[in-house]
């Protein structure tokens, strides 16, 4: 089992920059690959970012490619999204998740295959 949960979301102007944390429960997180996902309002959750069990391999939505960061310590357990030039379009609520990875560079991009989720932060960019 692992838990969870997601901080740093808030209320920003267009251009700004945020950073998520995912904080997560247990002692195997290095064996979880992470992602981060969002969901706006009438939309479906889609993906945003995901990073590999030792944070060697990425991948990123081409909505969010260089602006957004994923990164992790697997010595505090957890997750960033760090998260530049921000705009109005991605307003929504940001969930972070996890799924044991099958090989040490496996990132993940299909929000199916993931076993845990976080609560969810709102991020809101205002224009």
């Known amino acids: 089992q692992v838990q969870l949960v997601e901080s740093g979301g808030g209320l920003v102007q267009a251009g700004d920059s945020l950073r998520l944390s995912c904080a997560a429960s247990?002692?195997?997180?290095?064996?979880?690959?992470m992602g981060w996902f969002r969901q706006a309002p009438g939309k479906e959750r889609e993906f945003v970012a995901a990073i590999s069990r030792g944070g060697g391999s990425t991948d990123y939505a081409d909505s969010v490619k260089g602006r957004f960061t994923i990164s992790r310590d697997n010595a505090k357990n957890t997750a960033y999204l760090q998260m530049n030039s921000l705009k109005p379009e991605d307003t929504a609520v940001y969930y972070c998740?996890?799924?044991?990875?099958?090989?040490?560079?496996?990132?993940?991009?299909?929000?199916?295959?993931?076993?845990?989720w976080g609560q969810g932060t709102q991020v809101t960019v205002s224009s």
């Open positions: 998740a996890a799924k044991q990875g099958l090989f040490s560079n496996s990132y993940y991009t299909d929000r199916a295959l993931y076993n845990y």
């Open positions: 247990g002692r195997t997180f290095n064996n979880y690959v």
